[in-house]
């Protein structure tokens, strides 16, 4: 073992949402989620051991300053607060995807983090205890430690755990619709603390996603696309509702956004095996049977408001490289 490791995650998209927060500081989420990973939006991560006494070092996109990197630093001090022996280290973080644009730029990072972690100091952490590290910088960085399908689920402790499925049943490509390259305006954090104290549908949202996350989980166990495509596409349309009705209101989308949803489920009326979801952001994502992906992904690129498409398959375990 050397003293830099090199860890490779990707991004994921959650097909059954989480917003808000069940206990802020533990970073514990409302209600349970459901992700597939993408293998096209990769964040690599270098983390070298530092000499003890000194201070980290911590470079995101090739920037040594921003939100970006106090998150980071804010991580790794809560980090040693449970594992001391956690020492200060070096990270060069880089994402081949706009960063802070609603693309889970925070859950691969993250992840990537908490891996890179556990292998440079010998935790011995399981998957769920590292799945649990890497939640303390973002609720979605859970799932981000594994490949696939994953799910978070409200009965367990917070930690991920992948779903094992069968990938010739599964057979997605997915696009994502990038309407705007500009980081958000209001991050996640915020925005989910302002839904929670003034948006009159927030109950309501909570109280709804223990079904959600079932029917879900038995679309997946049946191969049934268009029972989690139905589910999917209720969960984000819900989602985007109870954040619009916060005082303030959030408006994430754009003319693109819209433009990609309303054609969509034009398609979906045509009888193709498609959906879309969004998440913090205006980036469309779109889920085809890959029977269908070719026809979606020519339409898709003549969009009005469609900066560029983005053609992803379904993520893979992380991986990690001594160097």
Not at 104 to 113: I, T
Not at 114 to 122: K, M, P, R, V
Request: charge should be negative.
């Amino acid at each position: 073992m050397g003293d830099t490791v090199r860890v490779q995650t990707n991004a994921n998209v959650a097909l059954v949402k989480y917003w808000g927060k069940a206990d802020e500081e533990a970073n514990l989420p409302a209600t349970g989620s459901l992700s597939i990973s993408l293998a096209a939006l990769t964040t690599t991560t270098l983390i070298t051991r530092a000499k003890p006494g000194l201070r980290d070092q911590i470079s995101l996109n090739g920037e040594s300053s921003g939100p970006g990197v106090d998150r980071i630093s804010s991580f790794l001090d809560r980090g040693r607060q449970i594992y001391p022996f956690m020492g200060p280290v070096k990270v060069e973080s880089t994402n081949d995807f706009p960063t802070g644009a609603g693309l889970a730029s925070s859950a691969s990072g993250f992840a990537a983090l908490a891996i890179g972690s556990n292998a440079l100091f010998d935790m011995g952490l399981d998957g769920s205890d590292v799945s649990r590290l890497a939640r303390l910088g973002s609720g979605s960085a859970a799932r981000s430690v594994f490949g696939g399908f994953v799910a978070i689920e409200l009965e367990g402790d917070g930690a991920a755990k992948p779903i094992e499925v069968d990938p010739n049943k599964w057979p997605l490509t997915v696009f994502i619709a990038v309407t705007d390259s500009a980081e958000k305006s209001v991050g996640s954090t915020d925005a989910m603390r302002r839904t929670a104290d003034s948006s009159p549908f927030y109950q309501s949202w909570v109280d709804r996603h223990p079904a959600d996350m079932a029917e879900a989980l038995r679309s997946i166990e049946a191969s049934d696309f268009d029972g989690l495509a139905n589910v999917s596409v209720r969960s984000c349309l819900n989602m985007h509702a109870t954040i619009m009705g916060s005082s303030p209101p959030i408006f994430y989308w754009n003319p693109g956004t819209l433009v990609v949803v309303q054609t969509v489920e034009r398609w979906r009326e045509e009888g193709r095996r498609v959906f879309y979801t969004i998440d913090a952001g205006p980036q469309v994502k779109v889920v085809c049977h890959r029977d269908d992906a070719h026809q979606c992904r020519d339409e898709l690129h003549s969009l009005s408001g469609v900066r560029t498409v983005i053609e992803s398959g379904i993520g893979g375990e992380p991986a990690v490289q001594w160097r």
